[in-house]
């Protein structure tokens, strides 16, 4: 099976700040990756799919980029409603990202 | 607006089963898959399987093959899953989601299951 590992595990950063998430894939998934937010007692949000496609309401400060074997979450211009933690998953299995719990400064 | 509403908090002995539900509105069932995900926090997210709820066509992930059958009611909109023979492994919150093949558009809220004599 194919393995995410996401990094960092947690993050702390001052609104407007600007913020990277990673996942790294055991082997190329070919852009087949997609992005979810789940805030605190909510259930998870499709951010992100084929690595850089936006979801239909989702802000555009959010962006995903990468290839191959490895893709990153951005998201511009930190807002305090940006709270959550972050997962990847890739579409082959179904395999997820371990998560990135961020966090304001 | 599409919502999965996902049934009530759940306690069951060891070697014992649970049915979970998942009820969409807002949209047909038939219209997308239905998938299961099992969240425990020291183990992250695991995708159990998906149900076709056009079809009945089911695909599981290998380590729950045994364990969780999946079923669909068209007539009230309703997805299930069901779990067998359950340990303490099997105390997680539970999710269910809709989307294709690849990914998932939206979530139920989960559910907790706990297994514990």
């Known amino acids: 099976d194919i393995r995410m590992t996401q990094s960092p595990a947690s993050l702390s950063a001052s609104l407007g700040e600007t913020v990277n998430i990673e996942c790294l894939a055991s082997?190329?998934?070919?852009?087949?990756l997609a992005w979810y937010q789940q805030k605190p007692g909510k259930s998870p949000q499709l951010l992100i799919y084929?690595?850089?496609s936006l979801q239909n309401g989702v802000p555009s400060r959010f962006s995903g980029s990468g290839s191959g074997t490895q893709y990153s979450l951005k998201i511009n211009s930190l807002q305090s409603e940006d709270v959550a933690t972050y997962f990847c998953?890739?579409?082959?299995?179904?395999?997820f990202g371990s998560g990135t719990k961020l966090e304001i400064k | 607006e599409v919502q999965l509403q996902q049934s009530g908090p759940e306690l069951r002995r060891p070697g014992s089963s649970v049915k979970l539900s998942c009820k969409a509105s807002?949209?047909?069932?038939?219209?997308?898959?239905m998938h299961w995900v099992k969240h425990r926090p020291e183990h992250g997210l695991e995708w159990i399987g998906w149900?076709?709820?056009?079809?009945?066509?089911?695909k599981y992930a290998q380590k729950f093959q045994s364990k969780a059958t999946l079923t669909a009611d068209t007539s009230s909109n309703t997805a299930y899953m069901q779990l067998s023979s359950l340990t303490s492994e099997d105390t997680a919150t539970y999710f269910c989601?809709?989307?294709?093949?690849?990914?998932?558009?939206?979530w139920g809220q989960g559910v907790m299951v706990t297994v514990s004599s």
């Open positions: 989601a809709s989307g294709d093949r690849r990914y998932f558009d939206y």
């Open positions: 807002g949209y047909s069932i038939t219209d997308y898959l």
């Open positions: 149900i076709d709820p056009e079809d009945g066509e089911t």
């Open positions: 082997e190329d998934i070919y852009s087949d």
């Open positions: 084929n690595a850089n």
């Open positions: 998953q890739q579409y082959n299995n179904y395999t």
